[in-house]
Structure formats: C-alpha cells, structure tokens
C-alpha cells in the first residue's frame, strides 16, 4: 500500500515542518513501513546544522523513523485517532552523513507488542547503504 503526505496527514499528527516523512512506498498496517525522505536544502534545520556543510542532524533521522513506525501501529483499525508516542531508543548508530540531495529509504518493522507498547527495528538508508540503525519503542495513547 502506498501513501502520499495527505493521506500520512491522516493517520500521524505531524505537520510541516516536522512531517519528515514524504511518501510511504510500502505498509503492513500493524507490521511493517518503508517510506522516503526527500533531504531538501530548504529545511529550516539547514539554517544551522551547519551553514558551512549542510548534514541531516541524527535526531531529525531517527524521528523520521519513529514517524514511520507511528504510520504502521496507527494505521491498525483499533488506533486510529490515537496518538503514538515515541517511547525509547536502544543500540542507535549513525553509520554516514545524509545531505541534501540524498533521498532517505526508512524501514521500520514492528517485531513485538505487548498491549499499548510496541517494540520495532529502524534502519535508513542512502543509496542502499546504512545511514542509521536503532531500535525504537512507541507507546499507542489516547
């Protein structure tokens, strides 16, 4: 299944300029996402990180991982309307620099829920080579 900006508007919160995710190209409501990032010059956080070299801050990857992750868990019959919370981080590592021009590929899938807590796999790529790997914990809310 995929899904452009409105149709991800109507599943996650996440608004201009904190929508980080441009399209999903794959979804398995409650499983699995692979979605894009398109890495634009244009995006307030150039403004400072860093004027001199353009590079996409870590934390901005890894949100847009977890918003990937919110699309799958929200996406399930039973959540929507609600809110998912990015609960966690573990064994999270920047392997290289994303710049603008490069296009982001988020993977995310979902490999354990217990009740309101799911527990996922993260990985971006640029070009087919890792950019950053974690994995992620979310908290489905009202």
Not at 39 to 63: K, Y
Not at 83 to 90: K, N, T
Not at 107 to 121: A, H, L
């Amino acid at each position: 299944m995929e899904l452009n900006s409105n149709q991800i508007q109507e599943i996650i919160p996440h608004r201009y300029p904190f929508l980080l995710i441009d399209k999903v190209v794959e979804l398995e409501p409650g499983h699995s996402c692979k979605a894009i990032k398109n890495v634009s010059a244009n995006e307030m956080q150039f403004m400072g990180h860093f004027p001199q070299e353009h590079v996409m801050p870590g934390v901005l990857m890894v949100e847009a991982l977890a918003q990937a992750g919110a699309v799958i868990i929200l996406s399930v019959p039973e959540n929507k309307g609600k809110i998912a919370y990015f609960a966690g981080i573990d064994k999270c590592k920047f392997k290289q620099k994303v710049v603008p021009g490069d296009t982001l590929e988020l993977n995310v899938e979902i490999v354990r829920q217990k009740g309101p807590i799911g527990f996922g796999t993260a990985v971006a790529t640029v070009n087919g080579k890792v950019a950053v790997q974690a994995e992620l914990k979310f908290a489905v809310g009202e």
